[in-house]
């Protein structure tokens, strides 16, 4: 893993943790995960091959992403002040279910980068699959997951704005 791999993997868990205090909710905040995985597709996702189970690999990781993702941004809880300004505070809940999925894919790459390369290949070969399938399935894992979080506390925050979540809860 390189300086650039760690430091968007730990501005990811980041970007969940530092809610938990409650931050207000800004075009910013919500952009700032879409341009990192954004950034990181564009220098590393190449390809997206199809062969043997390559497919089911990539649909199943992505369908993990869109589950974590989902879920944390489902236990965000999105409010507005008496100002009317939104704010959005990661429930303990939603902040496990995104460092599970950070912390999945951090897991995978070091140990596919420190000794697991091969356990990785025979794997790959047992279930037909090619080696060059795990990247663009752990990033688009990571792009599901910062997609369907994003965009489920950017639509609570419109409804908060518009005070159809009027009370500090959280709650639908």
């Known amino acids: 893993m390189s300086t650039k791999d760690w430091l968007i993997d730990i501005a990811l868990v980041g970007v969940v943790l530092l809610q938990l205090r409650g931050r207000r909710l800004t075009l910013k905040a919500l952009l700032l995960p879409i341009g990192l995985v954004v950034w990181a597709a564009t220098t590393y996702l ?10 089911v690999l990539i649909v199943g ?27 959005a ?62 965009g489920i506390v950017a639509w609570r925050g419109r409804d908060a704005l518009l005070g159809r979540n009027p009370g500090r809860t959280g709650d639908w």
């Open 46 to 55: 190449h390809a997206i091959p199809t062969s043997g189970n390559d497919l």
């Open 61 to 87: 990781t992505t369908l993990v992403g869109l589950a974590l993702g989902s879920g944390a941004g489902l236990l965000t809880r999105v409010y507005h002040d008496e100002a009317g300004r939104v704010f």
């Open 89 to 150: 505070r990661a429930t303990a809940m939603a902040a496990v279910l995104w460092v599970v999925g950070c912390g999945f894919r951090m897991a995978f790459q070091l140990f596919a980068t420190n000794g697991g390369g091969q356990a990785i290949g025979r794997f790959s070969a047992a279930h037909h699959l090619d080696a060059t399938a795990w990247a663009p399935a752990i990033l688009l894992m990571a792009f599901a997951e910062v997609l369907s979080r994003s």
